[in-house]
T-cell receptor
Framework: AQKVTQAQTEISVVEKEDVTLDCVYE???????LFWYKQPPSGELVFLIR??????QNEISGRYSWNFQKSTSSFNFTITASQVVDSAVYFC????????????FGGGTRLMVKP | NAGVTQTPKFQVLKTGQSMTLQCAQD?????MYWYRQDPGMGLRLIYY???????DKGEVPNGYNVSRLNKREFSLRLESAAPSQTSVYFC??????????????FGEGSRLTVL
């Protein structure tokens, strides 16, 4: 069975600090997809990134970067020079190849960025 | 551009009462989903509808029923509410899962309290 663990339930940083959100997953499939979603205070989840299991290249998008390592079953998310607007709950999620768009979510990490 | 709209946003029920959460999407998506969000547990899939006319159980279907009324609408019904169903409920939609994108579009959530 697939499982996603986000060990950090809450992180607090001061603006401009870098912060890394950890995500560890379990799956028996060789083909799977990993995701990060952001849930701002307004409530709705917003898609950030998708990675498939065959693409271990790290990705950078502005201040956001993702480090995918199959050897440790991890898909960590780093925010560089954090800003107050980054304050949100962040979810890592996993979908196996035959599961269509059905995602298994981690418990989420609440990030608080203080000015 | 409304996206995914859920109603009501807040509801308080007494144990044993019934209610229906409504969800509509205007993106012409084939697939729709109902998740519940509980502290520390992330989002868990209740039911999903891969396409109009089909529905399937997710991870936590007990105590719920769904109806895919048409391509736009997917409702979630609690026949006899229990305190364990106190949660935030999210409706989501996505393109045809056979074209797998993994990107779900979420509504703003419905906060339900069962006393």
């Amino acid at each position: 069975a697939q499982k996603v663990t986000q060990a950090q339930t809450e992180i607090s940083v001061v603006e401009k600090e870098d912060v890394t959100l950890d995500c560890v997953y379990e799956t028996r499939d060789t083909t799977y997809y990993l995701f990060w979603y952001k849930q701002p205070p307004s409530g709705e989840l917003v898609f950030l990134i998708r990675r498939n299991s065959f693409d271990e290249q790290n990705e950078i998008s502005g201040r956001y970067s993702w480090n995918f390592q199959k050897s440790t079953s991890s898909f960590n998310f780093t925010i560089t020079a954090s800003q107050v607007v980054d304050s949100a709950v962040y979810f890592c999620a996993l979908s196996e190849n035959n599961a269509g768009n059905m995602l298994t979510f981690g418990g989420g990490t609440r990030l608080m960025v203080k000015p | 551009n409304a996206g995914v709209t859920q109603t009501p946003k807040f509801q308080v029920l007494k144990t044993g009462q019934s209610m229906t959460l409504q969800c509509a999407q205007d993106m012409n998506h084939n697939s729709m989903y109902w998740y519940r969000q509980d502290p520390g547990m992330g989002l868990r899939l209740i039911y999903y509808s891969a396409s109009e006319g089909t529905t399937d159980k997710g991870e936590v279907p007990n105590g719920y029923n769904v109806s895919r009324l048409n391509k736009r609408e997917f409702s979630l019904r609690l026949e006899s509410a229990a305190p364990s169903q106190t949660s935030v409920y999210f409706c989501a939609s996505s393109e045809d899962p056979s074209l797998y994108t993994g990107e779900l579009f979420f509504g703003e959530g419905s906060r339900l309290t069962v006393l």
